[in-house]
């Protein structure tokens, strides 16, 4: 009897510590799993950021929008917006009719509603999505352009981003070369 009991025992303690192996194992891959998981969901949710990013920069600087005379037209007849009269040379009227499309701090009633702003409005146009974005047009020296009285800058400057992407370009305005900043958030 005495040596059941021994055998009793150091099986008892073999099982202790295989538990404990098999605890920490399934900890370990829980632990991965959780972590690659979250790294899959953040590369995707970049992925499509840096995609509609460079779509929208890639639309405003190459095309003339849809229709071409777009910034004399209501809200409801746009179908796309470009700020070019040829690939990377900006239209000055365009670019300010898009300035005032995108204001965040105007309410001209773009959706019939007078509690949206442009911004929030018409950020459709552009395709963001569930995205915010910051515009901004700059001279070669990073400083802001003005266009009749107007900063060539709109959306929402990116404040608490948890995702952001960043897309720059170069383009003519005014026989100028200027740069275009474009910045994708959430």
Avoid at 9 to 36: C, H, K, N, P, R
Avoid at 71 to 92: H, M, P, Y
Avoid at 98 to 107: C, P
Avoid at 167 to 175: G, M, T, V
Wanted: hydrophobic share 40%; aromatic share 10%.
């Amino acid at each position: 009897m005495l040596r059941l009991k021994r055998e009793a025992q150091v099986l008892s303690g073999e099982f202790i510590m295989a538990y404990f192996i098999f605890s920490i194992v399934l900890v370990s891959v829980f632990f991965l799993w959780d972590t690659t998981t979250k790294n899959i969901l953040r590369s995707e949710r970049l992925y499509e950021m840096d995609k509609l990013a460079t779509d929208a920069v890639e639309k405003l600087i190459r095309t003339p929008g849809y229709p071409e005379d777009w910034a004399e037209k209501l809200l409801d007849n746009i179908s796309a917006i470009g700020l070019a009269n040829e690939s990377r040379i900006l239209d000055q009227g365009k670019v300010l009719r898009f300035l005032n499309l995108m204001d965040g701090s105007r309410y001209d009633n773009l959706c019939n509603d007078i509690t949206i702003s442009n911004y929030n409005c018409s950020r459709h146009l552009l395709g963001m999505k569930k995205y915010e974005f910051y515009f901004t047009i700059t001279d070669v020296d990073n400083n802001i352009l003005n266009l009749e009285g107007q900063n060539c800058s709109t959306g929402n400057p990116p404040v608490d981003a948890d995702y952001l992407i960043s897309i720059k370009r170069s383009a003519i305005l005014n026989d100028e070369i200027v740069k275009i900043s474009f910045i994708v958030w959430t």
